[in-house]
């Protein structure tokens, strides 16, 4: 491989000093601000990388949802002062990084620079996968158990923080009038874009994660701006959130009993459902993040 | 039909968790129907898949998912290991499942259907997937599940909770970063296909330490086992249960499975590691049980007594290193105490939740006269006990005895001391367990106690079902044992 | 020193310096965070080596999403935990 550039240089410098910003600040606000900051630089380290779909799911996920539930737990407390760990394991917990880092640098040295099996395989197999986007094809086709557990992971993760609620929702009230304005500008752009991505991922960067975050994002932000489906916990809101991996264990009991074999797509159909299943996916990815952000923003709401 | 109903395991009880999900909080009863539909199709299922490995050549049942085989695709496969497992699983995740709908509040209320179930569908798709990557994506569904469920239990359940999913991800990360490591030198996740492009150096030798730390922190090996003794008995008393029982085991059985598969390849260093895993077990086994001894309640005797449990799991690595007989012995030596111990500590916490509800508390003291109200309770507690320690006639025996058999096969007679003295500590904190109960109720200056809160009795004699069951099964422990041992990973030859 | 040794040891880097930071950090939010940052790290060295080869490899960019959807979904439970450690003691009670 390439001998590294200035630019890759400058860019991993960028990254390992944002990283420990976040982690150096004492406040909760400058270390929640550093890591929307991290999100940033590693967008820009993704696109660097030829990988512009994290790209696009680092801003919308890591620093977007991600960040957005952060800033609702500063909202929340901004001001708690942190206390700090003790000096001998402030030492000790330095030497142990060191030590690893030092090893762990060796160990990657060895990495032998050469690509893995799968991007020729994946390359071979592609057409009537249902998806020319070969990162599609992956998370829909070759490797769709992967994909429905992650989703799986989202549902129960929306059921296990809904389950701390114990005092039902309410959006918040009374709004200021240029967070409404905002979010009338704000929602449907999110949604274009997020359904602009769902379509596109068959074919190029996106898909129904993408589109999920930023489902997601449009749901906060409705949210914020007090709209009532926004901030619901009811039966609508929870059929939407496992609505995914009910459409996805369909699909593989279907193809099951119809004695093509578990998620066996026939090259016929699969582009039909591939982009089905990535539809139902991306509103129950959007609806579940939401719920989870709901979930959050409620455990604070405690009546006094 | 067994390889029909192989992917079901995994995604039936998912989607049966999903729809209970959606089934209104205000609606108990019915999520506790889905609940128990679910429990006895599974326990159906996995009769037909573990039938399945039982009479096919080989001994294993085999998926490519979506039709494609490695290094595209993920397969899904059960052996003889697999099939104990699921055994184990269906046995404990029927009779808590049985707990929990006779009183909701053993599970910490109607929260608890949807989370159990994925969490059950978790915990089998971990004994099935041959792919590293879905490994770490249902390790993270087993831990969302787990600590989720924890936040279930009363009181400030939630602190627990919380740093047990500190410990879990920060484990789960280190593996993610080991499958990379593998990932990039082997250039396949699949397990079997990695173990023959793989070869001594750095990079294995890096994934192998990174796994064994970070799985030793997902199963509280000791000295990464601090959080177990807070979190497991912070939760409802089924799923503690579920925890000891199954969910600990999940961590064990992808390190296991990653050692099998990839530390042949790796030499000597393998070995080096492997010893440190036995030095972590060993004072583990110590630790544990001389802390169990120390504690007052029954829930944090029994939680310590997972660490302890947890050390002997650990010592089957140096005891496989030398391969050959003595190797085949410890992998089916572990195994068999991985149900011995599932099923007497399932029973265990179970049986803790049954007095704690019956006298508001699982302080020793307050247990006095437990003996003679709940006899039948401390008969589960007993018999569990006896498994755990290893004596005759129960599973736990045949377990320890092929490991015995293990080290004294391969000279290491140094683990076998672990064993042993490990043993002795059990017998010790059962018997501080059982001299509590059986003092009279009466004793001591207090006026007379109140007499103890009924509790359904088809709830009191699931513990003692499950005790039963380590005491039945040990006369198939011969057979289960060879079956295991035959269908060794080759890795073991 | 090569792009991929670089970029690697950064990943490495990222990751260690979540790590001792969640181990060291006492704020429950400031630990999350942490966890994050070490998520990132990891995410990093397998990007990077995605870029071995002429094509990009499809199979670890979308191992990586999956990865960050679900730290997503643990970021959202972990705080919901926060919130409930720090909420007042009255509420915490049964």
């Known amino acids: 491989m390439s001998p590294a550039s200035v630019l890759d240089v400058v860019l991993a410098a960028a990254v390992l000093a944002v990283a420990l910003v976040a982690v150096l600040l004492p406040s909760r606000r400058g270390a929640v601000s550093a890591f929307l900051v991290l999100g940033v630089v590693l967008a820009v380290l993704w696109a660097r990388l030829d990988a512009p779909d994290i790209a696009l799911a680092e801003a919308a996920l890591g620093s977007g949802v991600a960040g957005a539930l952060l800033m609702d737990t500063l909202t929340a407390d901004p001001a708690r002062p942190g206390r700090r760990a003790g000096r001998t394991a402030v030492v000790v917990g330095l030497l142990a990084g060191a030590v690893a880092l030092a090893a762990l640098t060796v160990v990657v040295r060895a990495v032998p620079d050469e690509p893995s099996l799968l991007p020729a395989a994946v390359a071979e197999e592609i057409h009537g996968a249902g998806a020319d986007h070969a990162v599609t094809a992956v998370l829909l086709n070759f490797r769709s158990l992967d994909t429905l557990l992650e989703a799986a992971v989202l549902v129960f993760a929306a059921a296990g923080a809904g389950a701390l609620v114990r005092t039902p929702v309410r959006a918040p009230d009374p709004v200021p009038a240029p967070v409404t304005a905002l979010a009338r500008v704000l929602l449907p752009a999110l949604v274009l874009l997020g359904t602009w991505l769902l379509l596109a991922g068959t074919s190029r960067p996106g898909g129904a994660f993408q589109a999920g975050a930023m489902f997601a994002g449009a749901l906060v932000v409705a949210f914020v701006a007090g709209a009532r489906f926004a901030a619901s916990q009811g039966t609508a809101a929870r059929a939407w959130t496992v609505a995914g991996v009910l459409a996805f264990v369909a699909l593989a009991a279907g193809t099951a009993m119809l004695g093509q074999g578990w998620l066996v797509l026939d090259p016929r159909w699969a582009g039909a459902a591939v982009l089905t299943v990535e539809t139902v996916l991306a509103v129950s990815i959007g609806v579940g993040l939401a719920q989870v952000f709901v979930a959050n923003s409620e455990a604070r709401r405690v009546p006094s | 039909m067994s390889a029909l109903l192989l992917p079901a395991l995994v995604l039936g009880p998912l989607a049966a968790g999903a729809v209970a999900a959606v089934v209104p909080r205000e609606r108990g009863r019915v999520r506790a129907a889905v609940g128990l539909t679910t429990a006895a199709l599974t326990a159906l299922a996995c009769a037909v898949v573990v039938g399945g490995v039982a009479t096919a050549p080989g001994h294993e049942v085999r998926v490519a998912l979506a039709g494609w085989e490695p290094p595209l695709g993920i397969v899904l496969r059960a052996d003889a290991a697999s099939a104990a497992l699921l055994v184990l699983t269906t046995l404990v995740g029927v009779a808590v499942s049985v707990t929990v709908a006779v009183r909701d509040d053993a599970g910490g209320g109607p929260a608890f259907w949807p989370l159990w179930l994925g969490l059950w569908a978790a915990l089998h798709g971990v004994y099935v997937t041959q792919d590293l990557f879905n490994a770490y994506v249902l390790l993270e569904l087993v831990t969302v599940g787990a600590v989720s469920l924890v936040a279930l239990g009363k009181g400030r359940s939630a602190g627990p909770a919380l740093r047990y999913l500190f410990v879990a991800v920060v484990g789960s990360l280190l593996f993610l970063l080991a499958i990379a490591l593998v990932y990039a030198e082997a250039g396949t996740l699949d397990m079997s296909a990695a173990a023959g492009r793989v070869a001594p150096g750095p990079l294995l030798t890096a994934a192998l330490a990174l796994t064994l730390v970070g799985m030793g922190a997902k199963m509280a090996l000791f000295p990464l086992h601090s959080w177990l003794p807070v979190a497991h008995p912070a939760a409802p008393a089924a799923v503690s249960a579920v925890l000891s029982a199954l969910v600990v085991k999940a961590a064990l059985v992808v390190l296991w499975r990653f050692w099998v598969a990839l530390a042949p390849a790796a030499g000597g260093a393998a070995h080096v590691l492997a010893v440190a895993s036995g030095v972590a077990g060993s004072a583990a086994v110590l630790w544990g049980g001389l802390m169990a001894l120390r504690q007052r309640r029954l829930k944090r005797i029994v939680a310590y007594s997972t660490v302890t449990q947890v050390g002997y799991l650990a010592l089957v690595l140096p005891l496989m290193a030398p391969g050959g007989e003595a190797a085949r012995a410890a992998w089916s030596g572990g195994l068999l105490l991985v149900v011995a111990h599932g099923l007497a500590k399932a029973a265990m916490f179970l049986a803790a939740g049954v007095l704690t509800a019956a006298y508001g508390s699982d302080h020793l003291e307050d247990l006095r006269g437990a003996m003679r109200h709940r006899p039948w309770v401390v008969a589960a507690l007993g018999v569990a006990g006896v498994s755990l320690a290893g004596l005759p006639p129960t599973l736990g025996f045949a377990a320890k005895w092929q490991l015995l058999a293990a080290g004294v096969e391969s000279g290491q007679w140094w683990w076998v001391a672990a064993l042993l003295a490990g043993g002795l500590l059990t017998v010790g904190y059962t018997a501080v367990v059982l001299r509590a109960v059986s003092a009279p109720a009466d004793a001591g200056e207090q006026a007379p106690e109140p007499p103890p809160a009924a509790v359904p009795t088809v709830q009191a004699a699931v513990p003692l079902a499950l005790a039963v069951a380590a005491v039945v099964l040990s006369v198939l422990a011969g057979g289960l044992a060879g079956l295991v041992a035959d269908t060794a990973p080759r890795g073991l030859a | ?94």
Not at chain 3, 56 to 85: H, K, S
């Open chain 3, 1 to 94: 020193m090569t792009r991929l040794e670089l970029l690697l040891a950064l990943g490495c880097a990222v990751l260690v310096v979540g790590l001792v930071a969640h181990l060291l950090a006492r704020d429950l939010v400031r630990r999350v965070v942490a966890l994050n940052v070490a998520s990132a790290g990891v995410m990093i060295v397998l990007l990077v080596l995605a870029t071995r080869g002429t094509e990009p490899d499809p199979v670890a960019q979308a191992l990586v999403l999956t990865g960050i959807v679900i730290m997503a979904a643990i970021t959202g439970l972990a705080l919901a935990l926060v919130r409930r450690v720090e909420a007042p003691e009255d509420e915490e009670a049964p």
